[in-house]
């Protein structure tokens, strides 16, 4: 028999969940998660994603993961430092390296799983962690798995940020002290401000990690947030994912080689996790070079990101502060925002509704993501519908 405690738990809490309204119920798509999807059997202008440059679904990457899947297999079969490291997983850390202008750097399976490796390999107990308020789940969670000391930063607020690194220096109780913050961050869409951070950093000795995972393919030509700020030999840590503008599934952490050989033998995920598939490591690498090439993709997803935000101020929506493709659209009220997007999937696009608490309450906001592979009919198409619902629900 199964416990009787568990199910009394699960009961109680999927049943409160449901009853306010919070229980996600998630439809799977029947297409590729490109421009356009189909969900439940129509056809929908995709502007939730994060395939910024549209690679999810390129043919170069699908032919490159498919010649790798012939040669390695479906599965690296172990751990990296059991017998899981391919050559090919060696060549994408060099990539890596490459990209991002650093010494090297490591792959891990996830974005989420490279955070709760990185930080807690660093950081421990005796340490504190400066980290902004905004920052992303997985860095909340590698900062609690370190045990070090947490102290929250006003979102972007410099002068906070100097105030709270000189009291936790001049305290003399922490070993080592981190600045910790998003390249971009994805609710909003603005930029960590690395230059006054690097500034505070080097006045009060902090080792600087950013997670790049929304600037990367996005910013500096494509390089990412670091590089957009020219500041790639001050930054400690970068982070980066393979899953949004690379297209595939993975992180990273690029680096000074000496941190990179501390999380060979350190980070718990790379020693205990089963290492990324030939089929992600081939299809990320064809990305990264596909992105080293050439800026176009790139300057397509700027483009069409202009395009929207320029189409949605025109009409009068209160597109936020953003400063790259993540264009919100801020509705307010928690409930009119949840019927926003949902008489924007009923007309053809679907465009996630974000309230709180993932957002400060009375900030409810449609979030959407355009790519480079979106057409500008499309586009067209989108903003023609957000016009009509907007104008029905007396948004605009
Ligand atoms: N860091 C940040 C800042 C993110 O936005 C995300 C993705 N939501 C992640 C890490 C996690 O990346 P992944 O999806 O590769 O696990």
Redesign the pocket.
Known sequence: MTSKTLDAFLNENLEDLKGKGLYNVIDPLESPNGPIIKLNGRELINLSS?NYLGLATDTRLKEAATEAIHKYGVGAGAVRTINGTLDIHVKLEEKLAEFKHTEAAIAYQ??????MAAISAVMDKNDAILSDEL??A??IDGCRLSKAKIIRVNHSDMDDLREKAKEAKESGQYNKIMVIT?GVF?MDGDIAKLPEIVEIAEEFDLITYV?D??GSGVLGDGAGTVKHFGLSDKIDFQ?G????AIGV???YVAGKQQLIDWLKVRSRPFLFSTSLTPADVVASMRAIEILMESTELNEKLWDNANYLKAGLKKLGFDIGESETPITPCIIGDEVKTQEFSKKLNEEGVYAKSIVFPTVPKGTGRVRNMPSAAHTKEMLDQAIAIYEKVGRELGII
């Open positions: 994060n996830s974005g989420f799983n490279c955070n920052n992303h997985s860095i998003d994805s997670d995972a929304h982070i994912t393979l899953s949004k599934v993975g992180g």
